[in-house]
């Protein structure tokens, strides 16, 4: 879905690039209003690999050219696989932009009133305003914006996405399983899906689903496999990747992109965003 923000509502904030040696540390910067601004550790990456800028939502909205995004814990990174989705295209199409992180707890009146009325993230507001609060919606706008990595309608891509869209439910299901009685049932379902994902995989070429690009079908993947191998280990004590080689190389060749590089989250913070249903 597209909406636009009137510039009169818009305030522009300037965010510092922060260029380091890989200290691991973190670096904070005046941001909007005054708050500090939240830089990602400090590290070199590939050249073509932008440095991920984050800042906690100040008083008032991030400007244009940015992305909204769950904040995780501490003012990190939230785990939220559908923004992980939107950041991964939006990094592999090699466009720049800081990433804004709304508070879930205390969503502010002006992201509502003037973002995301759902007030739901990701939210990728373009250069000309228009608000993008799908996740679906903002893989099309990456790719509209340049012609490589083609991310959709690419050969194979029909197959490919009727194989991964049956990891996300499954490992969901798992994870959030509570009553023994099922469990079986939510692990088999689970390793069902990984089998299929393993066949297309070991029958393709890869490193990735459809080749050595990154595809639209690796951005709706990659966040759900990666909390498939961070929360099952942690809360149902098994390694669901572990019979299934040709998943774990997959996985392996998103973590080596620099989109990865540019939009990756902790395992700890998976954790904690599991953790709600086993309170």
């Not at 399983?177 to 393709?204: H, P």
Request: net charge neutral; aromatic share 8%.
């Amino acid at each position: 879905m597209l909406r636009t923000i009137s510039p009169v509502v818009l305030a522009m904030a300037v965010l510092p690039v922060v260029r380091g040696g890989g200290s691991g540390k973190l670096a904070f910067v005046p941001g909007i209003g005054g708050a500090m601004s939240l830089i990602a550790p400090v590290r070199r990456v590939a050249a073509s690999a932008p440095l991920m800028q984050l800042t906690s939502a100040g008083s008032e909205p991030s400007g244009n050219n940015v992305l909204y995004a769950k904040a995780g814990p501490g003012g990190v990174l939230g785990d939220c696989p559908f923004t992980h989705k939107a950041n991964f295209a939006l990094r592999a199409k090699g466009l720049d932009y800081p990433t804004t992180l709304i508070d879930f707890d205390a969503k502010p009146a002006w992201f509502l009133e003037s973002i995301n009325p759902k007030g739901s993230v990701p939210v990728f507001v373009t250069e000309d305003g228009k608000c993008i609060t799908e996740s679906d919606d903002i893989v099309a706008w990456a790719d509209a914006q340049s012609p490589s990595p083609q991310l959709l309608g690419r050969a194979n891509s029909d197959k490919a996405l009727e194989v991964v869209g049956k990891v996300f439910p499954a490992a969901a299901g798992l994870i959030k399983n509570q009553d023994a009685s099922l469990e079986d049932e939510k692990r088999g379902a689970l390793k069902a899906a990984l089998a299929a994902l393993n066949e297309f995989l070991a029958s393709n070429p890869g490193p990735l689903l459809l080749g050595e690009d990154i595809s639209s079908e690796d951005c709706r993947l990659v966040g759900p496999l990666y909390h498939a191998s961070v929360a099952i280990p942690h809360y149902k004590k098994y390694d669901p990747l572990a019979e299934f080689p040709a998943v774990q190389a997959y996985l392996a060749a998103l973590k080596s992109t620099n989109a990865w590089k540019a939009t990756e989250y902790t395992p700890d913070v998976v954790q904690w965003g599991w953790s709600k249903f086993y309170k």
